[in-house]
């Protein structure tokens, strides 16, 4: 079949993306799969939200760590060997936790220490592999991979989580652990099984890869710092679906483990179609859009804490998760193509930071104020939040960001590839 260059398919030309895109879509899956039964897990444990909440922070601390470090290391190292190591320490947590669950010896301590770890691996991973875009697919196609990658991890959304709610169902959480240990196996695979010959040219940094030159170059830059300030907000207040959705199922429309799983796959509807149509926006590929998608996001899931059943509830998410995927993939993009290739690594780091990094204090705090006030309201107060945040950006850097791309911002130019294959 023939790939149209300038298509929504265009990254398949590439054979590396191919075959890490096969297997990335196992490894989604198995992810899903692992969030929907770990969640479920804390609640048999524990039956508190104060708790599914500490243990998601646990999961998100390492970012704090350890993603700037991840960024400079994309900038200074091979990114495939980096990728290998990250993905057999996640691998080798999800396995422990799985005999651990199937052998009747899970303890609460295991699950915190074990997401602790899974989150050490994906702090290092996450920047990493998202500069290693341009070295699988090229600048030029880089805007398209992010999109398809983008919905590649929410057909894994659309699946997993009613794959983990029915084993959950028939078998315990045990299972999901284990399969989601076996898809980090593939994707280790997958990188070996690439070809060096095919990678495009990406420059490196010269000595040590600074993280202290990434936040001068960030800061210089209102349209990438802009982006990093919705997006914080978003993602600490509004992009708490796990718990939301654990704790409405449960706590709101008392629902069993079937009807938490299939909230996830109602809410990869709507994301998969975002990601799928984000392949068709270049041309609004602008910081503007992100903060309207961000404020659209925001008044969607205030909305959402107002469904008065069950089923108003799963009907609404799939328009959550099209605002909030659309806004993702644009930001995302923004801040990959938006940036100069040597420091790729290390603004991509700041932006996984930004990204991530408000969920170790966010997601205990959405747990306790859910328990102490209610569910709905907690819900609602993180939808306003994040709608505010981005309407207040808005009004005070509006001028800042519509500075045209080839006129320098504070000394700093947008980068050029006139070089680059």
């Known amino acids: 079949m023939r790939i149209d260059e300038n298509g929504n398919w265009r990254s398949f030309r590439h054979r590396n993306f191919r075959i890490l895109f096969a297997a990335n879509a196992l490894s989604n899956i198995g992810s899903w ?7 479920w897990l804390v609640l048999q444990l524990t039956h508190s939200g104060t708790y599914l909440g500490l243990v998601t922070s646990l999961q998100f601390v390492p970012v704090l760590m350890f993603s700037l470090h991840g960024g400079a290391l994309a900038d200074r190292f091979d990114k495939r060997k980096v990728l290998i190591l990250t993905n057999l320490g996640a691998g080798s947590s999800s396995a422990v936790l799985g005999l651990l669950v199937v052998s009747h010896n899970i303890r609460l301590w295991h699950v915190f220490f074990l997401a602790f770890v899974l989150g050490t691996a994906n702090a290092i991973d996450n920047p990493v592999r998202q500069a290693f875009n341009a070295e699988v697919v090229g600048h030029a196609d880089v805007s398209n991979a992010v999109s398809l990658n983008s919905a590649n991890f929410n057909a894994g959304r659309l699946v997993g989580p009613a794959i983990s709610g029915a084993l959950i169902a028939a078998f315990g959480t045990g299972p999901s652990f284990i399969i989601n240990a076996f898809s980090y196996l593939v994707v280790v695979a997958s990188l070996i099984k690439l070809q060096r010959s095919q990678f495009f040219a990406i420059p490196k940094s010269d000595g040590v890869a600074s993280i202290r030159e990434g936040l001068r170059y960030a800061k210089a830059r209102p349209d990438l710092h802009v982006v990093m300030i919705v997006i914080f907000f978003m993602a600490t207040f509004g992009l708490n679906f796990q718990i939301f959705n654990a704790l409405m199922a449960t706590k709101v429309f008392h629902r069993g483990a079937v009807s938490f ?11 998969l179609s975002g990601s799928l149509l984000s392949a068709r926006l270049d041309r609004f590929r602008k910081p503007s859009f992100v903060i309207f998608g961000a404020t659209c996001f925001g008044l969607a899931i205030t909305t959402l804490s107002f469904a008065p059943s069950y089923l108003a509830y799963a009907i609404w998410l799939p328009v959550c998760g099209f605002f909030a995927l659309t806004t ?3 930001a995302n993009t923004l801040m990959q193509m938006n940036s100069d290739p040597v420091l790729r690594g290390r603004i991509m780091g700041i932006y996984l930071l930004v ?3 408000g969920a170790p204090f966010g997601s205990p705090l959405i747990g306790f104020v859910a328990e102490r006030i ?6 609602a107060s993180c939808g306003a939040i994040t709608a505010s945040a981005a309407m207040i950006s808005w009004f005070r850097y509006r001028d800042k960001i519509s500075v045209p791309a080839d006129v320098s911002i504070d000394g700093v130019l947008p980068p050029t590839y006139d070089n680059e294959s």
């Open 33 to 39: 799969a692992q969030r929907i039964a770990q969640d």
């Open 328 to 330: 993702l993939i644009m």
């Open 261 to 271: 799983g299939l909230l996830g796959t109602f809410l990869a509807i709507g994301s």
């Open 374 to 379: 209610g569910v709905r309201f907690t819900v």
């Open 355 to 357: 990204f991530l990094g």
